[in-house]
């Protein structure tokens, strides 16, 4: 009876998970006002999902707009592309396809591996395993609790010392689904850790600053894109009076807070929240960077996809009161990084250079006085977008390695 007891239960685990069979993924290239307008219309009338740029109100004439559209909309999503000449392609022919693929490096499922995507339990018992290995160079601190109840820990990198020593904050994985985010964090812990001592950058580095790490940001939204929904984005926060879920963390900063490119819509994928700082794990970031905020000297938040390195502004279009230096310094680690395997990154600040977005982390911590703040969009282009293979960590993960390192040399010459 148990025994049938555990698979009424396993089978019910299973039927929760969001299948994406016969979805598709297009680029639209809207070129005339009137393919703007279509797709602003396409997305009230359909439930579309804006993988690029983030939101309907984003689009505009001569920007790609990647979509993703559920199987039973597909005719009238070729009709009406077909009655507009609207130039198009198709970038992910089966949705679940490409979500089963992703998973092509095989290691054992439940051990952690710098080359998968784990999950937030393997997470969670990596963090306190790596943490008591080498207490002379790492320790964690829990910072709070997200909405479901999980802690957020961060990792502090550098060699022990007695006095305070600057430092640089990164984190990863504020948008869910993004999942090659954490998976960087991950790995720059674990080249931090194991080429200290070797490689005389890093050494320098963590003798002369510490590095605190994030290495999942939005901790129960991962937790869901893996056991419910891949394509899930935003936090999993619940206000009683709305049936839908979250806000996008990064349009809830107080940063010309839900001003442009966030949505007061709670239902939206862009939602900025009730007010700024409205989701806990937001609060509980901003806390940290605050009380820290004497001796931080670099923010840097990872994201995907789009191969950009951004600085602020978002929320603005006026250039940064540090905009030339922070200009030489993204096309130095842009250049960095190309020098592996040649990926092209293109930098420039949020607004000019992809668009305007408000409640943004990189523009909160520059505006509070963490001069070099950073935005990374990883891999790729638009292939797989958030669904980039596991083969691709290693790579992804070793080129921008070499772009962080460049900035926080930057920053330690500028101390």
Known sequence: MRVLLLLGLVALGLADITRFEGEKVFRLKPVLDEHVTLIKDLATSIKVDFWSPESAELV?????VDIRVPAMYLDMMYTILQQSDMEHEVLIEDLQSAVDAQLDNKPSPRAHSYTKYNNWDTVQSWIASISSSNSDLISKQVIGNTYEGRPMTVLKLGKASSSTK????MDCGIHAREWISPAFCQWFVNEALSTYGSDSQMTSLLDQMDVFVL???NIDGYDFTHSSNRMWRKTRSKKSGSSCYGADPNRNFN?????TGASSNPCSDTFCGYQPESEIEVKNVADFIRRNKSVL???LTVHSYSQ??????SYTFSLAADHSELL???????????SLY???YTSGPGAATIYPAAGGSDDWAYDLGVKYSYTFELRDTGRYGFLLPESQIKPTCEETMLAVKYIAAHVQKNL
């Open 342 to 344: 040649g990926t092209r």
């Open 308 to 313: 950009l390195l951004l600085f602020p502004y």
């Open 60 to 64: 505009s004439i001569d920007i790609d």
């Open 166 to 169: 600057p430092a640089i904050f």
């Open 297 to 299: 000297k670099a923010y």
């Open 328 to 338: 030489k310094v993204a096309e130095g680690a842009s250049a960095a990084l190309q």
């Open 215 to 217: 290495p999942v940001f």
């Open 255 to 259: 940063a010309g807070w839900c001003t």
